[in-house]
């Protein structure tokens, strides 16, 4: 097994290595967030291949994953997140359980989609990965795979999300990923997150 698939807690790198407090659940179901990040557009962005197969790294409650699962019911949509209190939550939707395509994972399990991936997503989570959960997040792309970073953006005045210190500004973002070794195809605004889609 590669040294990416070694799951521990080293969130060396990270702006905010603080695990994300499954207290504050709740706050991921809030159906506004569909306002400000709409689920079609996500999905216009990840580009899916037909049939492909995507991974929501950090997939929480599973929010997006059930959108996109809706959206796209011939994409295998694998929810992973490393709490199981987070997959708990996302199981008991009933939602998920009529959604055949939606798979959820742990992270533990994460060394089986070794360069399976066509489309990662990775939503409101870049400010909490390592730099060891970025390799390891890379690892898991086919060749010609690509990842879309979204997150909250620490220069604007935000109703929700992390304190500005705990996030990136769009550069910092934009830098920290291109000195992880990603190349960077397409960034683009939306009111309070910024997104990246790189390979
Ligand atoms: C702020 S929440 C965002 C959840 C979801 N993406 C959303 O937007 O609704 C971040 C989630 O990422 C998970 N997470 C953080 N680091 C992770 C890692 N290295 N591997 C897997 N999950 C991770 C946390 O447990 C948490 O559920």
Redesign the pocket.
Known sequence: MSEHFI?DDD?RG?RQPE??D?E??AR??DPA?FKHLPPEEVARMLDLPANGKLL??????????IELARLRPDVEIVA????P??LDRLRAKPAAALLPNLKPVL?SQ?ATFKEQIDRV?????L????D??LR??HALLKPGGTVLF?DWNAEVDRPA??PANHVYSPAEGRTRLEKMGFQIEMERLFRYQYAIRAR
């Open positions: 799951h969130r990270a695990r994300f499954p504050r659940a991921l179901d967030r929501d790294f950090g997939t929480g409650t599973g929010t997006y994953a992973m997140d490393e709490q209190e987070m992270a994460i997503l990775a939503l409101n989570v400010h909490e990965l390592g060891e959960a390891t997040l979204i999300g992390p």
